[in-house]
């Protein structure tokens, strides 16, 4: 008899558990979109469906991450102002504050010296993020030339550094 009710509970268990498992792997499902979002830079998107989930644990730390991240995004846009601002201005400390110091870039950055941006207009297209890194097209008019700069930024530290700017041929 107790070997018939023993049997017949775990039964029932594995039924039970059985039944709760498609929602558990829906509810991993969405956090790995999360997640996948979230390494996009699809920020709004991410926390629209983090907000949907919001009576799990892990989605609530994902909401604290994704916020944070919102914030790097604004601080990038900030610098490209402050990057402009210093170009017009000739603040050459204020670049260089955002710059990942390479042999490359200081030699690069010796020859951006040389150049005087005040008559010139300078433009940025829309940024490309993927994990922890942003691309920039700065677009520099002189007069009637137009050149082309790519520049790439890398989140290190919490800090967004400039890694590398090339001129378009």
Do not use: H
């Not at 039964?11 to 969405?30: A, D, G, H, V």
């Not at 017009?88 to 950055?109: C, G, L, P, V």
């Amino acid at each position: 008899m107790l070997k018939k009710i023993s049997i017949s509970v775990y039964i029932l268990l594995i039924c039970f558990s059985c039944t709760r498992l498609p929602k558990t792997q829906e509810k991993t499902s969405e956090i790995n979109k999360i997640l996948e979002l979230y390494d996009n830079w699809e920020l709004e998107e991410a926390a629209g469906i983090a907000e949907d989930l919001s009576d799990i644990p892990e989605v609530d730390r994902l909401s604290i991450l994704i916020q944070k991240r919102v914030e790097k995004k604004s601080e990038l846009e900030l610098i490209l102002l402050d990057l402009k601002k210093a170009l017009y201005t000739r603040d050459y400390d204020e670049i260089e504050k955002y710059m990942s110091r390479s042999i490359a870039n200081i030699i690069k950055f010796r020859k951006l010296k040389k150049i005087d941006f005040a008559e010139s207009d300078i433009y940025f297209s829309s940024i490309k993020y993927y994990k922890n890194s942003a691309d920039i097209v700065m677009l520099i008019n002189f007069y009637e030339d137009t050149n082309y700069i790519d520049l790439e930024f890398q989140l290190r530290n919490n800090q967004w550094k400039l890694v590398s700017f090339v001129e378009r041929r």
